[in-house]
Structure formats: C-alpha cells, structure tokens
C-alpha cells in the first residue's frame, strides 16, 4: 500500500465511481485499497466532500455515489444560481439551537450543500459537518445565526417566499 497526493487520489475515484457502483464509503475505501492506496475513512469522507460526491437512486431503495448533474470538471464553481438551484432542488428545512443550525437535506444531497456553504466563506460560519441528509453549520458568533438563516433560507426558498 502507498500514500499518495491529493490529485491522483481523486483521479482514482473518479475512475471508480464512474465504472464501479459504490454504495457506502466503506465501498469507495476497499475499492481504494484494492488499487494500493492506502486511505482513511475519514479521507474519504472528506474526499467525498470535496469532490461533492452525491448519492443517486439505482432502484429497489439503493443508492450510489456519483458527481452530481452538470460536472464538467472535479473543480466545481459555485455561481449564485447554481448554489440556489442546489439549496431549492435539496434543502427540505432547518432549525437551530444556540450557535448551531441543522439544515435538513434530500438523501445523498448533504455533502454537496455543505461544500457549497463552505465554499461561500461567509464570515459567520466556522465550518459544516454533513451526513447523509442533515448539515450542522456551526455559526460564530451566536448572535449571527439569525443573519445566517435568513441567508441559507433565501438560498433555498428566494427572498420573500417563505
């Protein structure tokens, strides 16, 4: 087994995905370590993350990992309106308690919403951590939170439209 770069990590489950069906990150790691890369789950997790790597019905109530709709490159750009797309095709609700909301999410759409508020750097949010289908934002200082939701709510349902 061997340690290897970022890059070439992310090539190798680019080819995996798109020719393996890869239900579960436990798949994507053995499949990993099948090809001599020595991997973390936790790595993967974060390379799923990264790569926005989304969960797609097969049928019969299975999923599988896939780049969502619309992936030209591993290097996504999020324009306003593909962020809003994203939040309003995904985003069921959220709630909040003290400094941390909770955004609930379409199965298999977490990461990808996640990477994308990450990938918006607003300067009250500290960071993300997503599941399958739930976001905990973690918001500094608490008195943002209400600032942050009226901003994730106009992502997901347009200003007005609640």
């Known amino acids: 087994m061997k340690t290897v770069k970022k890059e070439e990590r992310y090539d190798k489950i680019h080819d995996i995905i798109t020719r393996q069906v ?9 499949a ?3 090809q001599g890369i020595e991997v973390t789950q936790a790595t993967v997790s974060r390379d799923i993350k990264e790569l926005m790597l989304v969960k797609v019905p097969m049928g019969q109530g299975r999923y599988r990992y896939a780049y969502p709709a619309g992936h030209e490159t591993k290097e996504v750009v ?4 593909r962020m ?4 309003r095709d995904t985003v069921l609700g959220m709630d909040y308690s003290e400094n941390l909301i909770v955004v609930k999410t379409m199965p298999g759409a977490a990461n990808a919403v996640a990477s994308a ?4 750097k607003w300067p009250q949010v500290i960071g993300t951590l997503a599941g ?3 976001i905990l934002v973690i918001v500094k200082p608490k ?8 901003l994730l709510a106009n992502m997901t349902y347009g200003s007005g439209e609640r």
């Open 22 to 30: 890869i239900e579960t990150q436990e798949d994507l790691t053995n």
């Open 78 to 81: 999020f324009s306003s309106s």
């Open 84 to 87: 809003e797309r994203l939040f």
């Open 143 to 150: 008195k943002a939170v209400p600032e942050v939701l009226e």
């Open 32 to 34: 990993l370590r099948r």
């Open 132 to 134: 399958d289908d739930n």
């Open 117 to 120: 508020i990450d990938y918006a």
